[in-house]
Protein backbone atom coordinates (compact mmCIF):
# COMPACT_ATOMS: atom_id res chain seq x y z
CA UNK A 1 0.00 0.00 0.00
CA UNK A 2 0.65 3.70 -1.06
CA UNK A 3 1.20 5.64 2.47
CA UNK A 4 0.95 9.88 1.72
CA UNK A 5 1.97 12.02 4.30
CA UNK A 6 1.08 15.53 4.65
CA UNK A 7 3.28 17.97 6.51
CA UNK A 8 2.39 20.36 8.44
CA UNK A 9 -0.33 19.19 10.21
CA UNK A 10 -1.63 22.09 10.78
CA UNK A 11 -0.98 25.66 9.01
CA UNK A 12 -1.31 29.02 10.32
CA UNK A 13 -1.00 32.09 8.09
CA UNK A 14 -2.65 35.63 7.36
CA UNK A 15 -4.70 36.40 4.75
CA UNK A 16 -3.17 37.71 1.81
CA UNK A 17 0.30 35.67 2.31
CA UNK A 18 1.43 32.57 0.94
CA UNK A 19 0.50 29.10 2.59
CA UNK A 20 2.73 25.87 1.32
CA UNK A 21 1.40 22.55 2.16
CA UNK A 22 2.99 19.26 1.36
CA UNK A 23 2.43 16.10 0.43
CA UNK A 24 4.83 12.91 0.41
CA UNK A 25 4.66 9.33 -0.82
CA UNK A 26 6.27 6.02 0.33
CA UNK A 27 7.15 5.14 -3.00
CA UNK A 28 6.76 6.79 -6.63
CA UNK A 29 3.75 7.61 -7.69
CA UNK A 30 4.37 9.67 -10.62
CA UNK A 31 2.24 12.68 -11.31
CA UNK A 32 -1.06 10.39 -10.32
CA UNK A 33 -2.07 13.03 -7.10
CA UNK A 34 -4.50 15.13 -6.97
CA UNK A 35 -5.51 18.09 -4.07
CA UNK A 36 -9.25 18.66 -2.33
CA UNK A 37 -10.58 21.41 -0.21
CA UNK A 38 -13.16 20.52 2.40
CA UNK A 39 -14.76 22.67 3.95
CA UNK A 40 -16.41 22.35 7.81
CA UNK A 41 -19.84 20.11 6.57
CA UNK A 42 -19.14 20.02 2.99
CA UNK A 43 -18.09 17.45 0.88
CA UNK A 44 -14.39 17.61 -0.87
CA UNK A 45 -13.89 19.34 -3.67
CA UNK A 46 -10.80 18.89 -6.50
CA UNK A 47 -8.73 21.36 -6.77
CA UNK A 48 -5.80 19.81 -8.68
CA UNK A 49 -5.07 16.89 -10.59
CA UNK A 50 -1.97 15.38 -12.58
CA UNK A 51 -0.10 17.41 -9.79
CA UNK A 52 -0.02 20.64 -11.19
CA UNK A 53 -3.64 20.98 -13.53
CA UNK A 54 -6.26 22.70 -11.70
CA UNK A 55 -9.71 21.29 -12.23
CA UNK A 56 -12.48 23.75 -13.66
CA UNK A 57 -13.54 26.51 -11.94
CA UNK A 58 -9.79 26.62 -9.85
CA UNK A 59 -8.88 30.27 -9.02
CA UNK A 60 -5.14 30.61 -10.65
CA UNK A 61 -3.89 31.60 -6.85
CA UNK A 62 -3.84 27.58 -6.34
CA UNK A 63 -1.02 25.83 -8.03
CA UNK A 64 0.46 21.92 -7.53
CA UNK A 65 4.15 20.76 -8.40
CA UNK A 66 5.87 17.90 -7.72
CA UNK A 67 6.63 13.92 -8.88
CA UNK A 68 7.77 10.62 -7.63
CA UNK A 69 7.46 10.96 -4.26
CA UNK A 70 7.35 15.23 -2.81
CA UNK A 71 4.47 17.68 -3.97
CA UNK A 72 3.17 20.79 -2.99
CA UNK A 73 0.49 22.43 -3.27
CA UNK A 74 0.30 26.33 -3.31
CA UNK A 75 -2.08 28.84 -2.49
CA UNK A 76 -0.28 32.64 -3.40
CA UNK A 77 -2.56 34.80 -1.97
CA UNK A 78 -5.38 33.75 0.60
CA UNK A 79 -8.18 34.66 0.95
CA UNK A 80 -10.87 33.92 3.78
CA UNK A 81 -12.56 31.10 1.99
CA UNK A 82 -9.49 29.44 1.30
CA UNK A 83 -9.22 28.34 5.10
CA UNK A 84 -9.98 24.48 5.23
CA UNK A 85 -8.42 21.73 5.45
CA UNK A 86 -6.70 20.18 2.10
CA UNK A 87 -6.45 16.53 1.16
CA UNK A 88 -3.33 14.59 -1.35
CA UNK A 89 -4.51 11.91 -3.07
CA UNK A 90 -2.99 9.38 -5.05
CA UNK A 91 -4.10 7.33 -7.83
CA UNK A 92 -0.82 6.16 -9.38
CA UNK A 93 -2.34 2.04 -8.63
CA UNK A 94 -5.25 3.36 -9.93
CA UNK A 95 -7.99 1.73 -9.34
CA UNK A 96 -6.86 1.84 -5.85
CA UNK A 97 -6.56 5.28 -4.09
CA UNK A 98 -5.05 6.24 -0.95
CA UNK A 99 -5.45 9.73 0.51
CA UNK A 100 -3.13 11.81 3.37
CA UNK A 101 -4.32 12.43 6.56
CA UNK A 102 -5.12 16.45 5.33
CA UNK A 103 -3.33 19.44 6.08
CA UNK A 104 -6.21 22.00 8.25
CA UNK A 105 -5.22 25.62 7.10
CA UNK A 106 -6.14 27.90 9.63
CA UNK A 107 -6.45 31.71 9.74
CA UNK A 108 -3.22 33.06 12.04
CA UNK B 1 -26.67 20.69 -12.95
CA UNK B 2 -24.35 18.03 -12.43
CA UNK B 3 -25.31 16.76 -8.72
CA UNK B 4 -24.86 13.24 -6.94
CA UNK B 5 -27.29 12.47 -3.64
CA UNK B 6 -26.39 9.73 -1.30
CA UNK B 7 -29.43 8.96 1.45
CA UNK B 8 -29.87 5.40 2.82
CA UNK B 9 -27.41 6.01 6.02
CA UNK B 10 -28.68 5.89 9.87
CA UNK B 11 -28.02 3.97 12.78
CA UNK B 12 -27.36 0.05 12.42
CA UNK B 13 -26.29 -2.51 15.15
CA UNK B 14 -23.22 -3.72 14.72
CA UNK B 15 -23.38 -7.41 12.37
CA UNK B 16 -26.05 -5.59 11.07
CA UNK B 17 -26.72 -4.06 7.15
CA UNK B 18 -27.57 -1.21 5.27
CA UNK B 19 -27.61 0.00 2.05
CA UNK B 20 -26.34 3.17 0.61
CA UNK B 21 -27.95 4.66 -3.03
CA UNK B 22 -26.54 7.73 -4.60
CA UNK B 23 -28.65 9.54 -6.96
CA UNK B 24 -27.29 11.07 -10.38
CA UNK B 25 -28.24 13.67 -12.71
CA UNK B 26 -26.91 16.47 -14.83
CA UNK B 27 -24.71 14.03 -16.80
CA UNK B 28 -24.64 10.82 -18.93
CA UNK B 29 -24.25 8.49 -15.81
CA UNK B 30 -23.46 5.37 -17.68
CA UNK B 31 -20.51 6.79 -19.07
CA UNK B 32 -18.40 7.38 -15.85
CA UNK B 33 -16.58 5.15 -12.93
CA UNK B 34 -18.02 5.61 -9.59
CA UNK B 35 -16.60 4.99 -6.31
CA UNK B 36 -17.54 5.67 -2.53
CA UNK B 37 -15.38 7.15 -0.15
CA UNK B 38 -15.66 7.94 3.85
CA UNK B 39 -14.71 9.92 6.43
CA UNK B 40 -14.80 9.12 10.15
CA UNK B 41 -16.31 11.73 12.61
CA UNK B 42 -13.20 14.04 12.90
CA UNK B 43 -11.14 11.97 10.60
CA UNK B 44 -9.47 12.15 7.15
CA UNK B 45 -10.97 10.91 4.00
CA UNK B 46 -10.63 6.69 2.80
CA UNK B 47 -11.79 5.26 -0.60
CA UNK B 48 -13.74 2.55 -0.35
CA UNK B 49 -14.97 1.01 -3.43
CA UNK B 50 -15.34 1.61 -7.15
CA UNK B 51 -17.28 0.38 -10.13
CA UNK B 52 -16.73 0.58 -13.94
CA UNK B 53 -19.32 2.37 -16.60
CA UNK B 54 -20.67 -0.94 -16.98
CA UNK B 55 -20.18 -2.90 -13.82
CA UNK B 56 -18.22 -5.06 -15.11
CA UNK B 57 -14.94 -4.46 -12.68
CA UNK B 58 -15.08 -3.15 -8.97
CA UNK B 59 -12.51 -2.81 -6.76
CA UNK B 60 -12.31 -2.40 -2.61
CA UNK B 61 -10.16 -1.12 -0.22
CA UNK B 62 -9.21 -4.03 1.61
CA UNK B 63 -10.88 -3.71 5.54
CA UNK B 64 -14.25 -4.04 3.20
CA UNK B 65 -13.65 -6.91 0.90
CA UNK B 66 -16.40 -9.72 1.58
CA UNK B 67 -18.70 -7.32 3.37
CA UNK B 68 -19.47 -4.64 1.21
CA UNK B 69 -20.78 -4.40 -2.43
CA UNK B 70 -20.56 -1.47 -4.91
CA UNK B 71 -23.12 -1.84 -7.85
CA UNK B 72 -25.02 0.55 -9.98
CA UNK B 73 -28.25 0.57 -12.54
CA UNK B 74 -27.84 2.74 -15.06
CA UNK B 75 -31.51 3.21 -16.42
CA UNK B 76 -31.86 4.60 -13.10
CA UNK B 77 -28.66 6.87 -12.85
CA UNK B 78 -27.91 5.05 -9.58
CA UNK B 79 -25.14 3.85 -7.51
CA UNK B 80 -25.59 1.71 -4.64
CA UNK B 81 -23.18 0.13 -1.80
CA UNK B 82 -24.68 -2.66 0.13
CA UNK B 83 -22.97 -3.03 3.95
CA UNK B 84 -23.15 -6.28 5.26
CA UNK B 85 -21.76 -7.68 8.51
CA UNK B 86 -21.15 -3.30 10.22
CA UNK B 87 -18.39 -2.92 12.59
CA UNK B 88 -18.08 0.12 14.79
CA UNK B 89 -15.01 1.20 12.43
CA UNK B 90 -17.73 1.73 9.47
CA UNK B 91 -18.91 4.64 10.85
CA UNK B 92 -18.40 7.67 9.06
CA UNK B 93 -19.91 9.90 6.63
CA UNK B 94 -20.16 8.18 3.30
CA UNK B 95 -19.59 10.00 -0.24
CA UNK B 96 -20.54 8.90 -3.70
CA UNK B 97 -17.54 10.31 -6.04
CA UNK B 98 -17.59 10.67 -9.70
CA UNK B 99 -14.42 9.55 -11.62
CA UNK B 100 -13.28 9.32 -15.33
CA UNK B 101 -15.45 8.34 -18.22
CA UNK B 102 -14.65 6.60 -21.27
CA UNK B 103 -11.95 4.17 -22.06
CA UNK B 104 -8.81 4.29 -19.03
CA UNK B 105 -6.61 3.32 -21.59
CA UNK B 106 -6.88 6.29 -23.37
CA UNK B 107 -4.66 9.98 -22.28
CA UNK B 108 -6.97 12.49 -20.34
CA UNK B 109 -8.81 9.85 -18.90
CA UNK B 110 -9.41 11.45 -15.26
CA UNK B 111 -8.84 8.56 -12.70
CA UNK B 112 -9.06 11.79 -9.59
CA UNK B 113 -12.55 12.15 -8.54
CA UNK B 114 -14.77 15.77 -10.04
CA UNK B 115 -17.72 15.15 -8.41
CA UNK B 116 -18.90 14.63 -4.92
CA UNK B 117 -22.39 14.26 -3.49
CA UNK B 118 -23.25 16.07 -0.11
CA UNK B 119 -22.40 12.27 1.81
CA UNK B 120 -24.89 10.39 3.93
CA UNK B 121 -23.85 9.35 7.74
CA UNK B 122 -23.62 5.69 9.06
CA UNK B 123 -23.62 4.94 12.30
CA UNK B 124 -22.71 1.78 13.95
CA UNK B 125 -23.38 0.86 17.50
CA UNK B 126 -25.47 -0.93 19.86
Given at each position: ?I?M??????????????????C?ASQSVSSNL?????????????????A???????????????SGT?F????????????????C?QYNN????T?????????? | ??????????????????????????????????????????????????????????????????????????????????????????????????????????????????????????????
Amino acid sequence: EIVMTQSPATLSVSPGERATLSCRASQSVSSNLAWYQQKPGQAPRLLIYGASTRATGIPARFSGSGSGTEFTLTISSLQSEDFAVYYCQQYNNWPWYTFGQGTKLEIK
Amino acid sequence: EVQLVESGGGLVQPGGSLRLSCAASGFTFSSYWMSWVRQAPGKGLEWVANIKQDGSEKYYVDSVKGRFTISRDNAKNSLYLQMNSLRAEDTAVYYCARGGSGSYYLPGFLRAFDIWGQGTMVTVSS
